[in-house]
Antibody
Framework: QVQLQESGPGLVKPSETLSLTCTVSGGSISSYYWSWIRQPPGKGLEWIGYIYYSGSTNYNPSLKSRVTISVDTSKNQFSLKLSSVTAADTAVYYC?????????????????WGQGTLVTVSS | SYVLTQPPSVSVAPGKTARITCGGNNIGSKSVHWYQQKPGQAPVLVIYYDSDRPSGIPERFSGSNSGNTATLTISRVEAGDEADYYCQVWDSSSDHAVFGGGTKLTVL
């Protein structure tokens, strides 16, 4: 079955750019909406955005000015860049596969998820 | 933007039925999805499209959605069901995913 694995630095300095990669195994990255979701320590989940395999993106309006999600279909990977980070960006970052159904009301859910990676913003 | 409201905690005795609610304005017009997250682990999808179960999820887990409230029901609760549960929708007016604040289920 499809598995996702996040990778990247666990420590980022304030004002710098956070960069993470998600590697998809056990299936093709073609189709589906490949997403990033984060969870600050002890808090709830926040959707960051998604990229469709064709390259179209959609970002959370609250993060849109700082977020870039890209895809490399040849490597079965997609990536997250979050610029100008502060301590408030400290969180466990998850990648997940999103499935979108466009019916009378669009529905998008996330399954499966990667194990998550903790990124701490600190000098 | 769209807001989903969950009770912070729900407690239930083993073998009983737990009901976790997710409130939102006319949420019955949206599709609601539910995730289970155990400590130190990634969330796992337990219900999608209001009431569908992914393969491998026990039939004890069920969902409903009407009016301003969606509900995750866990029948014959087991100790292993103790976890945080999150509801989620796609808000088509703002075109982004929204999660509820999460509910901690405690099995007494």
């Amino acid at each position: 079955q499809v598995q996702l694995q996040e990778s990247g630095p666990g420590l980022v300095k304030p004002s710098e750019t956070l960069s993470l990669t998600c590697t998809v195994s056990g299936g093709s990255i073609s189709s589906y909406y490949w997403s990033w979701i984060r969870q600050p320590p002890g808090k709830g989940l926040e959707w960051i955005g998604y990229i469709y395999y064709s390259g179209s993106t959609n970002y959370n309006p609250s993060l849109k000015s700082r977020v870039t999600i890209s895809v490399d279909t040849s490597k079965n990977q997609f990536s997250l860049k979050l610029s100008s980070v502060t301590a408030a960006d400290t969180a466990v970052y998850y990648c997940a596969r999103g499935e979108l159904i466009v019916a009378t009301t669009p529905a998008l859910w996330f399954d499966p998820w990667g194990q998550g990676t903790l990124v701490t913003v600190s000098s | 933007s769209y807001v989903l409201t969950q009770p912070p905690s729900v407690s239930v005795a083993p073998g009983k039925t737990a009901r976790i609610t997710c409130g939102g304005n006319n949420i019955g017009s949206k599709s609601v999805h539910w995730y289970q997250q155990k400590p130190g682990q990634a969330p796992v999808l337990v219900i999608y499209y209001d009431s569908d179960r992914p393969s491998g999820i026990p039939e004890r887990f069920s969902g409903s959605n009407s009016g301003n409230t969606a509900t995750l029901t866990i029948s014959r609760v087991e100790a292993g069901d103790e976890a945080d549960y999150y509801c989620q929708v796609w808000d088509s007016s703002s075109d982004h995913a929204v999660f509820g604040g999460g509910t901690k289920l405690t099995v007494l």
